[in-house]
Protein backbone atom coordinates (compact mmCIF):
# COMPACT_ATOMS: atom_id res chain seq x y z
CA UNK A 1 0.00 0.00 0.00
CA UNK A 2 1.51 3.74 -0.67
CA UNK A 3 2.21 6.00 1.87
CA UNK A 4 0.35 9.40 1.89
CA UNK A 5 2.04 12.59 2.18
CA UNK A 6 0.73 15.38 3.16
CA UNK A 7 2.66 18.97 1.91
CA UNK A 8 1.80 22.07 4.21
CA UNK A 9 2.78 25.55 3.26
CA UNK A 10 2.08 26.69 7.08
CA UNK A 11 -0.82 28.85 5.75
CA UNK A 12 -2.97 29.06 9.31
CA UNK A 13 -5.86 27.94 6.97
CA UNK A 14 -4.92 24.16 6.57
CA UNK A 15 -5.89 23.55 9.83
CA UNK A 16 -8.87 25.96 10.19
CA UNK A 17 -10.20 24.10 7.20
CA UNK A 18 -9.11 20.79 7.44
CA UNK A 19 -6.67 20.70 3.73
CA UNK A 20 -3.33 20.06 2.73
CA UNK A 21 -1.38 22.26 0.11
CA UNK A 22 -0.52 18.83 -1.68
CA UNK A 23 -1.08 15.38 -1.09
CA UNK A 24 1.18 12.40 -2.36
CA UNK A 25 0.37 9.08 -2.73
CA UNK A 26 2.73 7.02 -4.37
CA UNK A 27 3.96 8.47 -7.51
CA UNK A 28 0.51 10.28 -7.61
CA UNK A 29 0.47 14.24 -6.75
CA UNK A 30 -2.77 16.52 -5.77
CA UNK A 31 -2.05 20.36 -5.43
CA UNK A 32 -5.10 22.03 -3.63
CA UNK A 33 -6.64 25.05 -5.25
CA UNK A 34 -4.01 27.71 -5.08
CA UNK A 35 -4.02 31.36 -5.32
CA UNK A 36 -1.65 34.68 -5.24
CA UNK A 37 -1.85 35.53 -1.75
CA UNK A 38 1.67 35.44 0.09
CA UNK A 39 2.43 34.50 3.32
CA UNK A 40 1.63 37.53 5.19
CA UNK A 41 -2.01 37.26 3.31
CA UNK A 42 -1.44 39.91 1.11
CA UNK A 43 -2.84 39.41 -2.90
CA UNK A 44 0.06 39.28 -5.39
CA UNK A 45 -1.09 41.02 -8.79
CA UNK A 46 -3.98 42.94 -7.34
CA UNK A 47 -5.87 43.16 -11.14
CA UNK A 48 -3.97 41.79 -12.81
CA UNK A 49 -4.54 37.86 -14.11
CA UNK A 50 -1.46 37.25 -15.65
CA UNK A 51 0.93 38.10 -12.64
CA UNK A 52 -1.72 36.41 -9.93
CA UNK A 53 -1.35 33.30 -12.56
CA UNK A 54 2.81 33.48 -12.38
CA UNK A 55 2.58 33.81 -9.05
CA UNK A 56 0.58 31.05 -8.35
CA UNK A 57 2.50 28.65 -10.66
CA UNK A 58 5.78 29.83 -8.58
CA UNK A 59 4.04 28.52 -5.21
CA UNK A 60 3.02 25.32 -6.97
CA UNK A 61 6.27 24.46 -7.94
CA UNK A 62 7.38 25.02 -4.33
CA UNK A 63 4.79 22.63 -2.87
CA UNK A 64 5.68 20.27 -5.89
CA UNK A 65 9.60 20.29 -4.87
CA UNK A 66 8.38 19.08 -1.33
CA UNK A 67 6.68 16.31 -2.20
CA UNK A 68 9.65 15.34 -4.68
CA UNK A 69 8.07 16.58 -8.22
CA UNK A 70 8.53 19.53 -10.68
CA UNK A 71 6.35 21.08 -12.94
CA UNK A 72 7.44 19.00 -15.73
CA UNK A 73 5.33 16.12 -13.66
CA UNK A 74 2.58 18.29 -14.00
CA UNK A 75 -0.34 16.15 -16.24
CA UNK A 76 -3.37 18.13 -15.33
CA UNK A 77 -4.09 21.49 -14.50
CA UNK A 78 -7.24 22.83 -13.67
CA UNK A 79 -7.52 27.16 -13.78
CA UNK A 80 -10.60 28.62 -12.09
CA UNK A 81 -10.68 32.13 -13.44
CA UNK A 82 -13.17 35.47 -12.78
CA UNK A 83 -13.55 36.67 -15.90
CA UNK A 84 -13.05 34.59 -18.53
CA UNK A 85 -12.58 37.44 -21.20
CA UNK A 86 -8.86 37.40 -19.32
CA UNK A 87 -7.79 34.14 -20.90
CA UNK A 88 -4.82 35.21 -22.86
CA UNK A 89 -3.00 36.73 -19.92
CA UNK A 90 -4.06 33.74 -18.11
CA UNK A 91 -2.96 31.54 -20.55
CA UNK A 92 0.08 33.22 -21.86
CA UNK A 93 1.71 32.73 -18.10
CA UNK A 94 0.63 29.01 -18.19
CA UNK A 95 2.54 28.59 -21.30
CA UNK A 96 5.64 30.11 -19.26
CA UNK A 97 5.78 27.39 -17.39
CA UNK A 98 4.16 24.77 -19.69
CA UNK A 99 5.36 25.26 -22.92
CA UNK A 100 7.32 22.35 -23.24
CA UNK A 101 5.58 19.76 -21.06
CA UNK A 102 1.75 20.65 -22.43
CA UNK A 103 -0.15 19.22 -19.89
CA UNK A 104 -4.11 18.38 -19.98
CA UNK A 105 -5.32 22.07 -19.38
CA UNK A 106 -9.07 23.56 -17.99
CA UNK A 107 -9.85 27.20 -17.91
CA UNK A 108 -13.42 28.01 -16.21
CA UNK A 109 -14.77 30.82 -15.23
CA UNK A 110 -16.30 31.22 -12.26
CA UNK A 111 -18.69 33.63 -10.00
CA UNK A 112 -16.24 34.38 -7.28
CA UNK A 113 -13.14 33.15 -5.01
CA UNK A 114 -12.89 33.47 -1.71
CA UNK A 115 -11.39 36.82 -1.78
CA UNK A 116 -12.69 39.83 -4.59
CA UNK A 117 -9.31 40.78 -5.55
CA UNK A 118 -8.03 37.03 -6.42
CA UNK A 119 -8.95 36.58 -10.13
CA UNK A 120 -7.17 33.17 -10.02
CA UNK A 121 -7.36 29.86 -8.31
CA UNK A 122 -5.09 27.02 -9.67
CA UNK A 123 -5.14 23.22 -8.66
CA UNK A 124 -2.94 20.74 -10.45
CA UNK A 125 -2.16 17.08 -10.59
CA UNK A 126 1.21 15.58 -11.15
CA UNK A 127 2.62 12.50 -11.74
CA UNK A 128 6.45 10.94 -10.56
CA UNK A 129 7.34 8.48 -13.73
Not at 15 to 30: K, L, Q
Not at 43 to 70: H, V
Not at 119 to 126: D, F, G
Request: proline share 2%; charged share 25%.
Amino acid sequence: MAERINISSGAKWEDIVGYSRAVRVGNIIEVAGTTAVDESGEIIGMNNPYEQTKYIFKKIEKALAKAGASLTDVTRTRMFVTDISKWEEIGRAHGEFFRESKPAASMIEVKGLISPGLLVEIEVTAIIL
